[in-house]
């Protein structure tokens, strides 16, 4: 049955193909990142008009969380209802080994932690009220743990999975699920050029694994699973000698 969808951070990487791959399969679509012209193509990739019965696209800054009230209303009528909610929207900013910088890491915060509260509070309410619906956020495997290479972004990812548990365990007794995503590295803007990758995949194929996972009504996934496993090495190095080490 076609199922109306809100995916943020849907211009470019993993959301896009979220995006695309939902739409393709007939599904009602809104696309809201900040670069509207990106969301138009994504959607005549997938050879419908933007701003369809089908697809709708929002321009918005996700750090911008007073707006999203409003803007998620207008979105759910547009769409006629809601059925899951995917948050992508994130950035990495770039630190070097010997920086602290709070505009930053804060600026991390804002999106990737910030934006995905006030969308999600939003469709926690919309879903709790409803008594069914799929929330879906996209963390980071980089949450796991404090790392030395970028202290902003792990802190971001670690609350994203914190709040997202507690969501989980408010939600689940209402029949909503919520779906905590850590990929590894997935080939996107994010990661071009990024010395030392491995196992990496295209963003469509991580797509394609989070949409699976979210139909099955998994709770947590690393992507792809075999990050699951150095996920688990890495949380059981003690600190003694996680410090002195360059991961
Ligand atoms: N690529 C990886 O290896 C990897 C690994 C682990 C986790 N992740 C996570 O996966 C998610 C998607 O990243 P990606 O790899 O697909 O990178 P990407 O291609 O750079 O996509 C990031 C998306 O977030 C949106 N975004 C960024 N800042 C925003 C803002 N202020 N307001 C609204 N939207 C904003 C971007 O749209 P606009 O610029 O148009 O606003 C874009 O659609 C992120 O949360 C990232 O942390 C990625």
């Known amino acids: 049955m076609a199922k109306k969808i809100i995916v943020v951070g849907a211009s470019s990487g993993i959301g896009a193909e979220i995006g695309k791959i939902s739409l393709k399969s007939g599904n009602t679509v809104g696309f809201v990142a900040r670069r509207k012209d990106q969301i138009e193509e ?3 990739e997938c050879g419908s008009l933007p701003d369809s019965s089908k697809s709708f696209s929002i321009s918005h800054d996700v750090s911008n969380t007073s ?28 630190v070097e080994m010997d ?11 804002r999106i990737n932690l910030e934006g995905a509260i006030a969308w999600l ?32 972004y792990n802190t971001s990812k670690a609350a ?19 779906l905590t995503v850590k990929p590894g590295f997935i080939d996107t803007d994010m990661t071009k050029g990024m010395p030392g ?18 139909k099955k009504g998994k709770e ?3 992507v792809p699973a075999r990050w699951g496993l150095v996920a ?6 003690p600190s003694f000698i996680f410090k002195r080490l360059n991961v």
């Open 197 to 214: 990758l491995f196992w990496l995949i295209s963003a469509e194929k991580a797509a394609t694994i989070i949409l699976n996972a979210a």
């Open 160 to 178: 994203l999975n914190t709040y997202l548990e507690a969501l989980r365990n408010r939600l689940a007794r209402k029949g909503i699920t919520v």
């Open 42 to 44: 994504r959607i005549q």
């Open 99 to 109: 920086e602290f910088n709070t505009e930053k890491d804060l600026r991390m915060m």
């Open 121 to 152: 509070n939003e469709a926690a309410q919309y879903f709790q009220k409803q008594g069914n619906g799929k929330i879906i956020g996209i963390s980071s495997i980089a949450g796991d743990r404090g790392r030395v290479g970028n202290p902003g």
């Open 67 to 94: 707006e999203v009230k409003a803007l998620f209303e207008k979105l759910v009528k547009d769409l006629g209802g809601l059925d899951e909610i995917y948050f992508s929207a994130g950035i990495m900013e770039k």
């Open 220 to 222: 947590s996934i690393y």
């Open 232 to 237: 688990l090495v890495i949380k059981s190095i």
